[in-house]
């Protein structure tokens, strides 16, 4: 892993483990820096500002999560993947998406959620012909990758939910919603 790569990760366990403690207003470039054990300076080699390096987090576990997955998951378990990740990163995305910044963590997340959701129907196809009119289709994606963002982004803010129960209720609306289409005759 390049150095670069090592040092943003490092300055990003710092900011969660700060942000545990304090809200994200009142964080400071300092305190992440003397949290990670190294200069102010090296922050501003990397990031702009804490915003910049929140986008950073997000956009890379998401990565790491959804894209790098998709050609080794199925879409299904994927998608209990992301609620176990969710579940188990609840505090730290809890106080992601209260940020009201320049970044719309929302439309990011969707983004992925809507690449999840086309996995899954491309594989529910391939075994069960779907006959979906291209624009129902269309509005099925946008739709559920809506549904998606929205419902894991509310339960992040419950003090206590089973994101399990959930990841069931979801596979269930999704496989539910394309036996009808599998079973539609035109």
Known sequence: MPKTIIT?????????QVLEQKEFDKISVTDIMEEAGMRRQTFYSHFIDKYELLEWIFKTELQEQIIDNLNYISGLGLLHEVFYFFEQN????????LVHS???????FQDYCLQLVVKIVAEYGQEHPL???????????????????????????????????????????????LEHYSEQKE
């Open 8 to 16: 943003k990760k490092k300055i990003a366990k710092s900011f969660k």
């Open 90 to 97: 609840r505090s730290f995305y809890r106080q992601l998406f």
């Open 102 to 108: 320049q970044n719309d963590f929302q439309s990011y």
């Open 131 to 177: 006959r979906i009119p291209q624009e129902e289709k269309n509005f099925f994606f946008h739709y559920h990758a809506a549904a998606l963002a929205q419902t894991i982004k509310n339960q992040l803010q419950e003090k206590d939910g089973d994101f399990f129960l959930l990841a069931q209720y979801t596979e269930t609306l999704l496989l539910s919603f």
